[in-house]
């Protein structure tokens, strides 16, 4: 069974326009969350994470939302920019340090 | 630049043989991750390693994966006989202590059987 899951394969935005990419988990036992970005041919970059005690967290341009109750959380770009375009990973933690994967969402951001 | 290394870049092998990949994590990190990535598929927990110790194995690794952290420092990972299903992307993270913290990856190792 998949215990994280990222419903949309891809995105398309206009350049300068808000992007937004959501992340569905299942397990409650996941207390902190994070989302990674991987260009083609090179390892995953963190980007940006949030524990469960908070719902917000904002970094520059990146803002993480967890809606626990949901059990859901996004990713919310602005304003986007064409170097943005890469595959986005929602990944889960617990108690046993090993991250949950999702399967990813490729944001192309177009000029 | 002190970020996780990882040798070789791309590997080609014969179903059958023995390969064998290295990590070397940031310096000052104590915990060490293998994950593997298929493709269309997120990165896939195999083992992780706090110092030497070894303290969690994935099913997905079986009895032809092995993988150690002598002096807690660098990692490998060997595959014996290899199988056309061992092809993948296999990533090695590193994290400080504190749970919580975020794991930084290598650009992987790819693996190709023929």
């Known amino acids: 069974d998949q215990q994280v899951k990222q419903n949309s394969p891809s995105l398309s935005v206009q350049e300068g326009r808000i992007s937004i990419l959501n992340c569905d988990y299942t397990?409650?036992?996941?207390?902190?969350f994070l989302w990674y970005k991987k260009y083609p041919a090179e390892g995953p970059t963190f980007l940006i994470s949030i524990s469960s005690i908070k719902d917000k967290n904002e970094d520059g341009r990146f803002t993480v939302f967890l809606n626990k109750s949901a059990k859901h959380l996004s990713l919310h770009i602005v304003p986007s920019q064409p170097g943005d375009s890469a595959v986005y990973f929602c990944?889960?933690?617990?108690?046993?340090?090993?991250?949950?994967f999702g399967k990813g969402t490729l944001l192309t951001v177009n000029p | 630049d002190t970020g996780v290394s990882q040798d070789p870049r791309h590997k080609i092998t014969k179903r059958g043989q023995n390969v064998t990949f290295r990590c070397d994590p940031i310096s000052e990190h104590n915990r060490l991750y293998w994950y593997r990535q298929t493709l269309g598929q997120g990165p896939e927990f195999l083992t992780y390693f706090q110092n030497e110790a070894q303290l969690e194995k994935s099913r997905l690794l079986s009895d032809r994966f092995s993988a150690e952290r002598p002096k807690g420092s660098f990692s490998t990972l060997e595959i014996q006989r290899t199988e056309q299903g061992d092809s993948a992307m296999y990533l090695c993270?590193?994290?400080?202590?504190?749970?919580?913290?975020?794991?930084?990856f290598g650009d992987g190792t790819r693996l190709s059987i023929l």
């Open positions: 397990n409650s036992m996941f207390d902190y």
């Open positions: 990944a889960s933690g617990g108690s046993n340090y090993k991250l949950t």
């Open positions: 993270a590193s994290s400080p202590a504190p749970r919580g913290q975020p794991q930084h």
